[in-house]
């Protein structure tokens, strides 16, 4: 009788003591376990978040030099001396003008076609490539091409303004020619020596090199790379017939839009962003052809020419990387199984401790050591991590510090344990924040950053400052509650940001800023400017017979030539003036706070006697020169930075008419 009334009472207390002992060990181990697995699992989606976008930036990039480069060509072309002469009423200069062309897309190589209509239609010179072997199109077959749309679409632009048409194939006799030729077609209007507008010249380029270039970027990437035109047509997709579908009635709904509808919707309203859903990862960004150009309206139906052209910013490609979920959840399954491995031993082993120990003082030695030998495994796993993990309890105080705060904090164990944790590893800035978040935290086990994956600042035990990861999860002990700290040492990452920004406004050529960049510090120049009430200017520089460098010496050279004129620049200029290479062989500066004594003169002074001493003192076979244009920024007649440019660029040119007189 007395046994079985004993019973139920040591059962019960056997019970209680397992469940005392258990369960706060194993809320300790899931929130760490739970915080290692959302820290890995995010930092996996950072990972291949920050390499789609690096394979959209490295795209986006090629593209842009691919087209100022096209771009480059077309004002080449459209300023030849015999197409000049050609315009000015010598006829027999034809001739050297056909075969001036005939040359140059040879050795260029890829442009379908180089032409040279006059002011009604008419094609002049027409070279074809003829798929490596160029050919000038004799007289008699020459075409009459008045009524088409990109003549009237060129013809109707002013000097220096470029005629883009839309990416398509290219027809022949009214049918899709085969095999497939994707095509772009530029032009620009050329004048006479007294500004007549005698024509256009127009470059037919061949679209496969931009295409090429996405299956060669592609090949690195686990994700699908797609181009597509304004109106969501594939343009390339890695499945092949999906491609062109305004270019064919029957795959006219053939669309990214109809495929993803609620995908195409925000792409289409924005220039570029990250989209996770269902399906996948979609990362995407829009290219927007060369600046100051004029683009045609066929991109609906490649069918009909159009009417009249768009706006520059009507007209765009986007660039459309999509990762499988199947892909993202690869990592998170293969981390999670084994965390869920270690949780599951750990938890048996627990398990058994917490059993053991309960079951008589006889056995309690013995269950001490099998819950200290389960303590050990799970200290193990703290050990080898290599983020620092640490717990504070209900008084603020340190109460585990692994190896890895050792070595990113600085403070030896036995020197953190039982100190105030944000004492130690808290820069003061923070502390306000800390102690009104604290109070709560003791109170309910909620705060601003619990269940959180924060970026902030850390600080070592010699005081200095920086960049961690932060993840917090509340944990119940005893009726108190503790919190679970994840920090992982970010310099490396802000550093890498950081380079990354730097080299989104930079030229790669040269290390002056590139347009984005020169922009963006000129327009916030323009507003301080205009705020206090300062005076600035804007010198538009261009190489003279830089074409003729870089065709007599190489695009090595050539290179050089680009490499020392911002050199050249440097020197001559002050450290608080914004230098930028616009493009080509042009070159811009934006001098800063011009109110107090002159200083345009002085520095133009400077820049011809850094030109003096390279051409005399170099070693090289030519001779170096500029034109340049300065417009003014008056704070009583405030301009933007475009118009700026607008003016110096008309200034340059009619210094550029004095040099080649």
């Not at 315009?87 to 050795?107: M, Q, S, V, W």
């Not at 062109?244 to 990214?256: A, D, I, L, R, S």
Request: proline share 3%; net charge neutral; with cysteine.
């Amino acid at each position: 009788m007395h046994s079985e009334s004993a019973l139920p009472s040591r059962t019960t207390q056997l019970t209680k003591t397992f469940l005392i002992t258990l369960l706060p060990m194993l809320l300790v181990i899931a929130g760490i376990s739970l915080a290692i697995y959302k820290i890995e699992a995010e930092r996996s989606a950072l990972i291949i978040k920050g390499r789609e976008i690096s394979f959209l930036k490295q795209y986006q990039n090629s593209i842009a030099n691919e087209l100022m480069m096209v771009s480059s060509d077309l004002m080449i072309v459209s300023e030849f001396q015999d197409l000049q002469k050609l315009l000015d009423g010598y006829p027999l200069n034809r001739n050297n003008l056909e075969n001036a062309y005939l040359i140059f897309n040879k050795n260029r190589g890829i442009y379908d076609q180089i032409r040279f209509l006059d002011n009604t239609g008419m094609e002049i010179v027409r070279i074809n490539y003829n798929n490596g072997s160029p050919a000038a199109v004799p007289e008699s077959a020459l075409q009459f091409k008045g009524d088409r749309y990109y003549f009237r679409d060129t013809y109707n632009l002013e000097r220096g303004e470029i005629f883009i048409s839309p990416f398509d194939l290219n027809m022949e006799k009214g049918k899709i020619e085969r095999p497939l030729k994707p095509m772009i077609r530029i032009g620009t209007p050329v004048f006479d020596s007294s500004g007549i507008k005698k024509g256009i010249v127009i470059l037919n380029y061949l679209g496969s090199r931009l295409l090429q270039q996405i299956d060669i970027i592609a090949a690195n990437n686990s994700g699908k790379l797609m181009l597509l035109n304004s109106n969501g047509y594939w343009l390339k997709h890695p499945v092949s017939k999906k491609e062109w579908g305004f270019m064919y009635e029957h795959k006219k709904n053939t669309t990214f839009g109809n495929e993803y509808p609620a995908v195409w919707d925000q792409i289409e309203s924005s220039n570029s962003d990250q989209i996770l859903n269902s399906a996948g990862l979609f990362s995407y960004t829009t290219i927007h052809t060369l600046s100051r150009m004029q683009h045609n309206s066929a991109i609906n139906d490649a069918f009909t020419a159009p009417e009249a052209a768009h706006r520059y910013n009507e007209y765009n490609w986007k660039i459309v990387s999509f990762v499988p979920q199947s892909i993202l959840r690869a990592g998170n399954f293969k981390l999670l199984n084994s965390i869920i491995a270690i949780d599951g031993i750990l938890f048996l082993l627990l398990s058994a401790s917490s059993m053991l120990y309960s079951q008589s003082s006889v056995d309690r030695k013995q269950a001490e050591t099998e819950l200290r030998d389960s303590e050990g495994k799970f200290r193990a796993i703290s050990t080898s991590a290599q983020d620092a993990i640490l717990m504070m309890d209900n008084n603020g105080k340190i109460s585990f510090w692994n190896d890895a705060a050792i070595r990113i904090f600085g403070w030896r164990r036995e020197d953190a344990l039982e100190k105030n944790l944000h004492d130690l590893i808290v820069p003061q800035k923070y502390h306000a924040a800390h102690n009104i978040g604290l109070k709560n935290f003791h109170l309910t086990g909620e705060g601003a950053a619990i269940g959180k994956t924060l970026d902030l600042d850390g600080k070592r035990r010699d005081g200095t400052e920086f960049p961690v990861e932060l993840s917090l999860a509340g944990v119940r002990v005893k009726g108190q509650w503790h919190a679970i700290g994840i920090m992982r040492d970010i310099t490396q990452r802000k550093e890498m940001e950081e380079q990354l920004k730097a080299a989104a406004i930079t030229d790669a050529l040269t290390g002056l800023f590139n347009r984005r960049g020169f922009f963006t510090l000129a327009e916030q120049h323009c507003k301080l400017a205009k705020r206090n009430h300062k005076k600035m200017s804007l010198m538009y520089i261009d190489l003279n017979r830089f074409k003729e460098i870089n065709d007599r010496l190489g695009h090595k050279a050539g290179d050089q030539v680009l490499k020392d004129t911002a050199e050249i620049l440097r020197s001559s200029f002050r450290e608080s003036d914004i230098l930028t290479r616009l493009g080509g062989d042009e070159f811009a500066v934006l001098l800063t706070d011009t109110t107090g004594p002159p200083c345009e003169k002085t520095t133009l002074n400077q820049m011809h006697e850094k030109l003096i001493k390279y051409n005399t003192e170099g070693s090289h076979d030519y001779s170096l020169s500029f034109s340049t244009g300065i417009a003014h920024y008056n704070p009583d007649h405030p301009r933007s930075i475009e118009e700026l440019l607008t003016s110096a660029d008309a200034l340059m040119y009619e210094d550029k008419k004095h040099y080649t007189k």
